[in-house]
């Protein structure tokens, strides 16, 4: 008996006990686990002590299945070697699974028919803390009070295939986490960001092929950037779309070099969601940067927002943690920026947007401008910004690509047309929904990985796929 | 201009801060000698005014990040003259407080009254009671807004040494008898989720709400729960080690109650008498596995397991 034969057969007899006893595990992150009937998913029975015989509890494959060999995901997750694979067949599942363990890979059988459910009362499907090469895929994870995945303190995640589904904050969150891919999720009904890396520089990590929608922002993503790609995916239905930002509360600011190419983004105007105070300001706008810096923009197409298309915005702190960040501090990676140590500004602090270009992106029918550069108290044509080929019709300030062109120097008259953003401090939005009873689009049966009962393990050390960004176009309206 | 790592920019009022710490070991000296049962709460109540023994070395304030932590944010639960710690079994005897974590909260609650029963906090699982005094603008409670539980390990205390508070366990942070100013390291005034402090209240300018922040003790004498002046059984470390008389290093909680206030606090006073008696206490009614599940995946694995932005609820 090989040693994962061993183990194996002791997490068989455990797992037996366990559905006998009907009884939680003694790590406070896992709960009883329940295949459902409701899902048409077959019932483990209980396997008796006396008939846990090696040869029953499954091949040295480098699956370890649950609930066919252990109870519990976490009694799997806490089994697992780098390099296997924690294999959940179909079920629901009301655990809240802790990671602490390198180069393991979270699979679900089926992306819809298995489902973590936190019942509204634990905090996170799956968290992986401080480890290297976490990978989660094909499942969904809905009813958390706080994520459906949360990566914190990760090097190397890779988060594929995954429905993160009315969840209190993020759907997928990654937080101080480099090397990343978060790829064919469906996030939907969360107050804060469907999608959201934040504190990273350089973050290294991609997003794509995402539908994020009825969430308070499609994306959020506060002091992170640097190598950080939003591609080929779709924000619509959110209260704003994708939403760059910086704040002192955490560290490594400002947001800065996030990459939004080849992305659908409409329709965010979504009065009935749940939503941060955040949301509700950012309310009516496709891509909105917040107080970021040296961001690229391009062939995006971008319609049907009440506000505008692509805005370029300050965004005030008013209870800052910290003072601005000089413009030489932006180099600092975000390790170096730790060691930086904070001053008490005195008050307010408004971040400006800087440096951020805007071009080839195709906008339609946003009713303020389908561009727009704004700032409060600082001269918006010393902010650096530029836009050239740009399909649109409206901008603020007017002949926005004749002002700051990308190539070649700007002229005419920055006042023209002034957007008064100062003026959405003044407005009233619908009020936030409470998250678990906002109306959400019904959960369709989506895209799974391919080949889950097979497809071996890939690690995801070393950060995302290659991008071909050249072969990015606009995409088509569906 | 970059700035440097000298962290002496911070609002500090060392001077005061130093006395009253060395008055404060002073005092918990003689509740040490005074003895404890051990084991569990004592019979022996002193009512007002007991002071922490010493203070942290510097203001807790700024960005997230730097230290490992855990955060609990918890809805108001409700107001009552009842304090399950200070005057045990006799409601209404206490100045108002409002109550945040569980909802059985009375004069009467013990620790496993709390573990059985519901919270109103993020994570449902913390069932402890947290409570400060009502701050009171007349003879009207401010309704709190919510509060904050910020877990972390001690300033400079090694994130492997630190323990998860035992069960049963309870203690209060802040002199409720006050009647100077008390270290800001230990009580402050804030606004908002931001940096500023302050030893009294202060004005948030109409956009931030006014913030009370209370970092308790994070070194414990190893054995007493309680002791009679819910003080003297806990201690603050220094240069991140736990003094002798408490070698026990456990999680150091900072406890902020946000109130619907946010303009001139000139006129408020806190239902324990003025603006210097700022107080918070704590009751252990965490399900116990989870608050040591936490304080092992969060504080030993030094990663930042959640932040507390600022960025509210719409």
Redesign the interface.
């Known amino acids: 008996m090989n040693s994962t034969m061993t183990r194996r057969a002791l997490a068989g007899l455990t797992a037996a006990a366990m559905l006998l006893a009907s009884c939680g595990g003694?790590?406070?992150?896992t709960t009883t686990t329940q295949p459902s009937a409701t899902t048409g998913a077959p019932v483990t029975e209980p396997m008796p002590e006396t008939s846990a015989p090696e040869t029953t509890v499954g091949a040295d494959d480098g699956f370890l299945t649950v609930p066919t060999e252990f109870a519990t995901i976490q009694e799997a997750v806490d089994a697992a070697a780098e390099g296997e694979i924690v294999y959940i067949e179909p079920g629901t599942y009301n655990e809240a699974v802790?990671v602490?363990t390198n180069g393991i890979t979270i699979r679900g059988a089926d992306r819809n028919t298995v489902v973590l459910d936190g019942q509204f009362?634990?905090?996170n499907g799956i968290?992986a803390?401080?480890s290297k090469d976490i990978v989660v895929e094909n499942l969904t994870s809905m009813n958390y009070?706080?994520n459906g995945v949360f990566v914190?303190?990760v090097d190397g995640y890779r988060i594929s295939y995954v429905t993160a589904y009315r969840t209190?904050d993020y759907g997928v969150y990654a937080?101080?986490s480099v090397n990343g891919q978060i790829d064919h999720i469906y996030a939907a009904g969360s107050?804060?960001a469907g999608i959201y890396i934040g504190?990273c520089f350089p973050c290294n990590a991609v997003v794509s092929h995402v539908v994020s929608e009825h969430n308070?922002l499609g994306y959020s993503g506060?002091n992170s950037g640097g190598d950080l790609y939003i591609v080929e995916s779709t924000f619509r239905y959110n209260r704003a779309g994708i939403v760059p930002n910086s704040?002192?509360?955490?560290?490594c600011y400002p947001e800065r070099q996030t990459t939004i190419i080849g992305n659908l983004v409409h329709s965010n105007n979504q009065g009935d969601t749940?939503?941060?105070?955040?949301?509700?300001l950012a309310m009516g706008n496709g891509i909105l940067v917040a107080g970021g810096v040296d961001n690229l923009i391009e062939r995006n197409r971008v319609w049907d927002h009440d506000k505008t298309g692509i805005g370029l915005a300050p965004f005030p702190e008013?209870?800052?943690?910290?003072e601005l960040p000089?413009q030489?501090?932006w180099d600092l990676t975000c390790e170096e920026s730790?060691?930086?140590?904070?001053?008490?500004?005195?008050?307010?602090i408004i971040w400006d947007s800087w440096f951020n270009t805007v071009r080839d992106n195709v906008l339609e029918d946003n009713r303020q401008a389908d561009l727009m550069a704004a700032s409060v108290g600082t001269d918006v044509s010393t902010l650096g910004h530029c836009f050239s080929g740009n399909t649109f019709t409206t901008s603020a300030p007017n002949a926005i690509e004749t002002l700051a062109p990308c190539d070649g120097t700007g002229s005419g008259d920055w006042m023209d047309n002034f957007y008064n953003i100062a003026l959405w401090l003044t407005e009233t939005?619908p009020?936030?929904v409470d998250w678990k009873v906002a109306e959400l689009p019904a959960l369709e049966t989506l895209e799974s990985m391919p080949d889950a009962a097979t497809a071996p393990a890939v690690s995801a050390a070393g950060g995302p796929a290659a991008l071909d960004l050249a072969s990015i176009g606009v995409p088509d309206k569906p | 201009m970059r700035r440097t790592s000298d962290r002496s920019g911070r609002v500090v009022r060392r001077g005061f801060a130093r006395r009253a710490g060395s008055v404060g070991a002073l005092l918990g000296v003689v509740s040490l000698l005074g003895g404890c049962a051990p084991d569990g709460p004592t019979s022996v109540h002193q009512h007002n005014g007991g002071v922490s023994i010493g203070q942290p070395d510097e203001v807790i304030a700024g960005p997230q990040g730097r230290v490992p932590q855990f955060v609990v944010e918890c809805a108001y639960s409700h107001a009552a003259q009842d304090d399950p710690i200070v005057w045990p079994g006799q409601p209404g005897m206490s100045h108002l407080h409002v109550f945040f974590g569980s909802t059985e909260t009375n004069a009467s609650s013990t620790t496993a009254d709390l573990v059985a029963g519901d919270s109103t906090c993020d994570n449902q699982r913390d069932r402890a009671a947290y409570w400060s005094p009502a701050l009171m603008n007349g003879q009207e409670s401010i309704d709190p807004v919510k509060s904050t539980a910020y877990y972390r390990p001690g300033i400079g205390v090694d994130p492997q040494i630190v323990n998860a508070f035992p069960e049963g366990f309870t203690m209060v942070a802040g002199n409720s008898a006050a009647t100077e100013e008390q270290p800001v390291s230990i009580v402050a005034w804030g606004c908002g989720a931001g940096i500023e402090r302050s030893a009294l209240p202060i004005d948030c300018g109409g956009e931030r709400n006014l913030r009370l922040i209370v970092t308790f003790p994070d070194c414990w004498d190893g054995a007493n729960l309680d002791s009679p002046d819910h003080h003297a059984h806990v201690a603050y470390s220094s240069k991140g080690v736990c003094p002798t008389s408490h070698p026990v290093p456990v999680l150091q909680l900072q406890f902020a109650v946000e109130y619907d206030w946010a303009t001139d606090p000139t006129g408020l006073v806190l239902a324990s008498g003025g603006q210097h008696t700022g107080h918070a206490d704590f009751m252990n009614g965490w399900v116990q596995e989870v608050l040591e599940t936490e304080t092992r995946l969060c504080i030993h694995g030094e990663v930042v397991c959640g932040i507390a932005s600022g960025r509210t609820d719409g």
């Not at chain 1, 704040?247 to 560290?251: A, C, D, F, T």
């Not at chain 1, 008013?318 to 910290?322: E, L």
């Open positions: 003694d790590d406070a992150a802790s602490t009362e634990l905090e968290r803390l401080g009070t706080k914190t303190g209190g937080f101080d107050p804060d504190e308070g506060t704040g002192s509360y955490e560290l749940p939503a941060i105070d955040v949301a509700l008013d209870d800052p943690n910290d000089t030489e501090e730790k060691q930086v140590a904070p001053v008490d500004p005195g008050g307010a939005p009020p936030s």
